[in-house]
């Protein structure tokens, strides 16, 4: 099966500068990559997501970019907030079956 | 519209007690999936139905662990004789369709067997 590998654990950065996570995952099926995020208590909520056919996709604040060759992809949030604090995840998905495969999270924290 | 729920949200349990977890996807939603998140990690896919029909199974850890969507809407989650193992965050998720790829997850439901 799919292998979601995840960097870094944790980060912290001051507020207002950016915020990189990458992930890489092993089976070149998987073309759907969603990012979500999950706060204290709370069930994970997707902020972005982007598909294989797309090398990047961009949402305000928040950016996804994606190299199928090399089988990695990133979330980028800028001008970072307090509230961006929280715990994000990268899965990744085939067309079928739709299964989701996590990494195994970051936690950002924002210092303001 | 009303999102994903999970009851209850809390559920301590003695070793080798039965329990039952409920979630009530988003109305409409034909696919339905229900993760394990352990504590620091992922979650990880436990199975997956489509309207009642469970089509994989293939995450449930044990024979212990039992699903079951009768009518196509509202879900249980099952575990018998659970064990310290078993303690994690149980989440649901549902899609609108089948192939349609975004999933909408509840909030969990924390089980802590003592």
């Known amino acids: 099966g799919e292998n979601v590998e995840q960097h870094p654990s944790t980060l912290s950065v001051q507020e207002g500068d950016s915020a990189v996570i990458k992930c890489t995952y092993s089976?070149?099926?998987?073309?759907?990559f969603p990012w979500y995020k999950q706060e204290l208590g709370k069930g994970p909520q997707l902020i972005i997501d982007?598909?294989?056919?797309?090398g990047e996709k961009k949402d305000q604040r928040i950016a996804v970019t994606l190299n199928k060759t090399a089988k990695h992809f990133s979330l980028h949030i800028t001008e970072t907030q307090p509230e961006d604090s929280a715990v994000y995840f990268c899965?990744?998905?085939?067309?079928?079956?739709?299964?989701?495969?996590f990494g195994t999270g970051t936690s950002l924290t924002v210092i303001p | 519209g009303a999102g994903v729920s999970q009851s209850p949200r809390y559920k301590v349990a003695k070793r080798g007690q039965d329990v039952a977890l409920r979630c009530d996807p988003i109305?409409?939603?034909?696919?339905l999936f229900w993760y394990q998140q352990a504590l620091g990690q992922g979650p990880e896919f436990l199975t997956y139905?489509?309207?009642?029909?469970?089509?994989?199974k293939s995450g449930l850890p044990s024979d212990r662990f039992f699903a079951e969507r009768p009518e196509g809407s509202v879900s249980t989650l099952k575990i018998q004789r659970t064990q310290q193992e078993d303690s994690a965050v149980y989440l649901c998720?549902?899609?609108?369709?089948?192939?349609?790829?975004?999933?909408?997850f509840g909030p969990g439901t924390r089980l802590l067997v003592l």
């Open positions: 139905f489509q309207n009642e029909a469970q089509l994989d």
């Open positions: 109305s409409g939603h034909v696919s």
């Open positions: 982007i598909r294989s056919n797309v």
């Open positions: 089976d070149s099926a998987s073309n759907y």
């Open positions: 899965a990744a998905s085939y067309s079928t079956g739709n299964q989701f495969y």
């Open positions: 998720a549902s899609s609108l369709a089948a192939g349609e790829e975004t999933q909408y």
